[in-house]
């Protein structure tokens, strides 16, 4: 299941919570992909508390708590990282992540916490809904089998890396625009990860993230810069990026462009990708001020000259998600889809 999708599912489950319809959900899928990522923005966007446990490194006492005697009887510490409505506030997202990695004595206490929400006298507040996450067996990481009562208590979707959704976020967390170029020109090195070579570096969403850190902090010192990339994306990946970053230095003027001072087309394929990946990041840049609308206007006109119809389209299927629904409203919108109709009824290439 795509990205987007497992983050509409979280957040209807978010909200099921408070209605006492809510069913504990297991995120499955390969390092990198962004599991834990999806959990911590749904919790954002709710603007409530995300408890990670990490049960890979708990015991069973730090859930179940420690006994203590009071008088004749044993009674049971509550731990306080669980959720508590005073602390933590009446709704939140308990996520117990890295359960597959977790030992057998760990997930046995997790029990009757995740199916009963609950632990001895401990009850999880009602507005709290509980997700999981883990590797699949085949991904090289250290997991257990989980046992059939532990998964008879969620219910499962398996992510998938994709592009569109990885594209979008990219553009609103600021990624650097040649990386996203890179990756609508290499789609293939979104994610690339073979658990029999077990390689130490590979391309994943994960890793592009810290290749855009690699691109900040080595960007004064190019002599590095290959060695840094390589370090985050593997060898190969590192290589054929770094060959890309050269090419974008013949870039024609973008400001240019958004301005309609230019409709120059370059003739290398690679830079027509960073060129649409640029103006995607330039209308997002002035989205709101007074040459927002003449930028977009602009950039539809230069959306029509590409030699691939494929790539105009995709430079305002992005744009249209970095900016919304402002962009239909523009007669340049109704003549470039009008020049690309027969592709986009056959591709569905744009949103409803």
Known sequence: MRP??????????FQA???GVHTPVMLWGPPGVGKSRIAAD???????ELIDIRLSQMEPTDLRGIPFRDGDRVEWSVPSLLPDAQRHGARGILFLDEITSAPPTVTAAAYQLILDRKLGEYSIPAGWAIFSAGNRYGDRGVTYVMPAPLANRFTHYEIEPHLDDWVEWAHGAGMDWRLIAFLRFRPDLLFEFDPARNPVAFPSPRSWEYAHRALVKFAELPHLLLEALQACVGPASGVEFMAFLDHMNDMPDIEAISRGESLEMPARLDIQYGVATALVRRAQRVTGSEEAVASMRHILRY????PQQELGVMLVTDMHRTIGQPLYALPEFKDWAQSVSELLLFDR???G
């Open 4 to 13: 987007s999708h497992v983050r509409a599912v979280l957040e209807r489950e």
């Open 17 to 19: 919570a408070i209605d």
């Open 42 to 48: 749904v919790a954002r966007s709710n603007g409530v």
């Open 303 to 306: 959306a029509r000259q590409f």
């Open 349 to 351: 290439a744009l949103p």
